[in-house]
């Protein structure tokens, strides 16, 4: 069974950078899957941020307005996220998840991490 | 754009729920997608191309729908489906969006 695992600070600072970690379990990240980022607010419901393949190639989604990275360390076998210049509105409980490249669905996720941008 | 309708619906165990989730713009059945999530935990994949059932998800669970509609419907409603169900499209840019959401209760 597949598992993934978010780790990384609860807390930001205003304009700092929101910086988490996924590790992956029960599957190799090196497998012709994309791995993706995904955030849930209140207000603005499901958001993909992004996704990487263990090749390193990257696509994100546009309107985050801002240098998203997402990188890859395949010899802990496990992804990343940073996001920059953060704000309020980036408070949101952050996901991980595996998308079946068959179909470009979402059929693992992380149990999710609250991230909160305050000072 | 997804939109999901209604936004709450109100049912009592045994009835049937149907869901529904209208695209802006034609969807390739392919990817569609609906998700479960309930309070506290990850959303749950339900049914990828529109009308395939998850591993573990049974058959009360049914996905139909093609273009830019598309429908959920979970027949013998349990105490355990009372959750929120999203509808998800891979397209064009952004990627991946999903609906707003339905809450079942």
């Known amino acids: 069974q597949v598992q993934l695992q978010e780790s990384g600070p609860g807390l930001v600072k205003p304009s700092g950078t929101l910086s988490l970690t996924c590790a992956v379990s029960g599957a190799s990240i090196r497998t012709g899957n994309w791995w993706s980022w995904v955030r849930q607010t209140p207000g603005k419901g499901l958001e993909w941020i992004g996704e990487?393949?263990?090749?390193?190639?990257?696509n994100y989604n546009p309107s985050l307005k801002r240098p998203v990275t997402i990188s890859i360390d395949k010899s802990r076998n496990e992804f990343s996220l940073s996001l920059p210049s953060v704000t309020a509105a980036d408070t949101a409980v952050y996901y991980c998840?595996?998308?079946?490249?068959?179909?470009?669905?979402?059929?693992?996720w992380g149990q999710g991490s609250l991230v909160t941008v305050s000072s | 754009v997804l939109t999901q309708s209604p936004g709450t619906l109100s049912l009592s165990p045994g009835d049937t729920a149907s869901l529904s989730c209208r695209a802006s713009q034609a969807v390739d059945s392919t990817y569609l997608a609906w998700y479960q999530q309930k309070p506290g935990q990850a959303p749950r994949l339900l049914i990828y191309g529109a009308s395939s059932r998850a591993a573990g998800i049974p058959d009360r669970f049914v996905g139909s729908g093609s273009g830019t509609d598309f429908t959920l419907t979970i027949n013998k409603l349990e105490p355990g489906d009372f959750a929120v169900y999203y509808c998800q499209q891979f397209g064009n840019s952004p990627a991946y969006t999903f609906g707003q959401g339905t809450r079942l209760e």
């Open positions: 998840a595996r998308i079946n490249g068959r179909g470009y669905y979402f059929d693992f």
């Open positions: 990487i393949f263990y090749s390193g190639k990257t």
